[in-house]
């Protein structure tokens, strides 16, 4: 059974922090998505990442896929309130099939 | 393009009643999944269509479960005789899967409707 374990679980941090949250798995993906999910929505897109060792930046947030593109992170540089929610990253294992991880649940305190 | 839309958004039933939930992927998407997501956890992997074709189903998927997708268009979900452990977040999520075209292309981006919300009382 392939499995995505995110850590931490939980997060409490201040405004302006920095923050790292690990996505970690023993299988290989084809690709490998991040998504922000906030209470009673569906989870929204923030990135999908192909090629091992890749580094995308969207604003404040850094995504980077491992080498052997089985492990991602997630580093958000300032965090901010509007940052709170639940991330989750899923993994595409073969053609179709995508893989959640456990997700981490992030809170920004102003 | 209007996105991935699922209605109802929120369904309160009694236990042992029947519910339907349906999903407009977006448009030109091939590819459908049904996910059930409980508080606080991942989505966990309910059943996959490709066009109209249900090519894979969770064994998480009772046989009180059953999805359809005629047309290829739309998608419903069914639960028979609805139980409290039912209660969840139900996701629906569509992408373009390229034929031809490597897995490890972002055309293989899935997006997700806003879920329905089911609470078996």
């Known amino acids: 059974t392939q499995l995505l374990e995110q850590s931490p679980q939980f997060l409490s941090i201040q405004e302006g922090e920095n923050l790292t949250v690990y996505c970690n798995s023993s299988s290989v993906f084809s690709s490998l998505q991040w998504y922000r999910q906030e209470p009673g929505e569906g989870p929204v897109l923030l990135v999908t990442v192909v090629t091992g060792g890749e580094v995308k930046k969207l604003k404040r947030l850094t995504f980077q896929f491992g080498d052997a593109r089985k492990d991602s992170s997630l580093h958000i540089t300032a965090a901010q309130p509007g940052d709170t929610g639940l991330y989750l990253c899923a993994g595409l294992s073969g053609t179709y099939k995508y893989i959640f991880g456990t997700g981490t649940r992030l809170k920004v305190l102003a | 393009d209007t996105g991935v839309s699922q209605d109802p958004r929120h369904k309160i039933t009694k236990r042992g009643q029947n519910v339907t939930f349906r999903c407009d992927p977006i448009?030109?998407?091939?590819?459908l999944y049904w996910y059930r997501q409980t508080l606080g956890q991942g989505p966990e992997f309910l059943t996959y269509f490709q066009n109209e074709a249900q090519l894979e189903k969770s064994r998480l998927l009772s046989d009180r479960f059953s999805a359809e997708r005629p047309k290829g268009s739309f998608s419903t979900l069914e639960i028979q005789r609805t139980e409290q452990g039912d209660s969840a977040m139900y996701l629906c999520?569509?992408?373009?899967?390229?034929?031809?075209?490597?897995?490890?292309?972002?055309?293989?981006?899935?997006?997700f409707g806003p879920g329905t919300r089911l609470t078996v009382t």
């Open positions: 999520a569509s992408s373009l899967g390229v034929p031809g075209q490597g897995a490890r292309s972002r055309a293989y981006e899935q997006y």
């Open positions: 448009s030109e998407h091939n590819r």
